[in-house]
């Protein structure tokens, strides 16, 4: 179960802790963005008895030049130094927002277990601001070498978002391991977990051509001032035919892969499932829970042309704490 809090509660009790009562983390994970005030929010509140073997900030090169390189480099800065504090060792690993080869090769190299012995079993993970395919990668990486490890996962709700988030469609493509699989006999059935972004998901169902459309609506979200505006955006796309939609909780793990399981189960012998994760990035994690248990569904991303880099999120609202789950059953 995702347990939520205002931030500031969270620092009032002491902020971040170590997985296991004296001993340190293996591994912590964090991604450093453009986004400074959550990017940096976790990192910033270690209790002062945290500490762990080694710190990974991952980055995509993207962000490290042009109009957000100044706040990505900032945020990287900041997470650094409260990273030295209690890492024994700290790595910043460079991927990439585009290039999937790359964004796989930095993760591997940084994840990878150091020996065939390696007794990893604690891992703490700020999901805040990866990018959903660097993030569906590194549980995929995660689950393979580290199946009997405790993963925390914390997320950082912002206290609002920009005016618009991204535009634009550079291209759309399945993430990285989630492929599916197609039955020219079945229709297909296009599954959106969608936010702020409908250009995206309109994006997704001219690529897709799918025969039905479920557009999953975030109730309750992260925060309930964002739930007007979902619905407001949803309504270009629920004015297209054949197009349902659906709520899930944009605030738990469990919750919303509960819903999805039942939506796949509904419709897997008659569709081609492609799922969209378009919502908060515990529901990222909800999507990763059902592909891992259904191998016929496909994960699918809309690759954006441009982000609102100076005006993505402002301020940080809660704090959501939950830990990976096993594999679902299918």
Sequence with gaps: MTIAMSFSEFQRNGGLMPIRDELPDDFFIVCASYEIDRSTAIAESMNEHYSTE?????VNNEFTQGSAGMRTSESISRIKHSLEASSQQVNIAEGSLLDLRIQLRTLRKN???VSETNRTSALTIDVTTFNREAL???LTLIRCWYPDASVRILYVSPSEHGEWLSRGCKLVRNALGFAGEHDPNRRSLLVVLSGFE????????EEHEPTKVLLGLGNPPTNSEFLARNRDEQKLVLARQDVERFEFPANDIVGCADILKKLVTD??????IAIAPMS???TTISVFLIAEAYPDVQVTHCVPDEYNTEDYSCGISDIYIDSLPRPLSG
Excluded: G
């Design 111 to 113: 994840l990878e277990p």
């Design 198 to 205: 409908t250009e995206r998901v309109l994006h997704l169902i």
């Design 267 to 272: 419709h897997i012998d008659e569709y081609n």
């Design 54 to 58: 080694s710190s990974i900030i991952y």
């Design 136 to 138: 569906l990668t590194t």
């Design 280 to 282: 908060t990035k515990l």
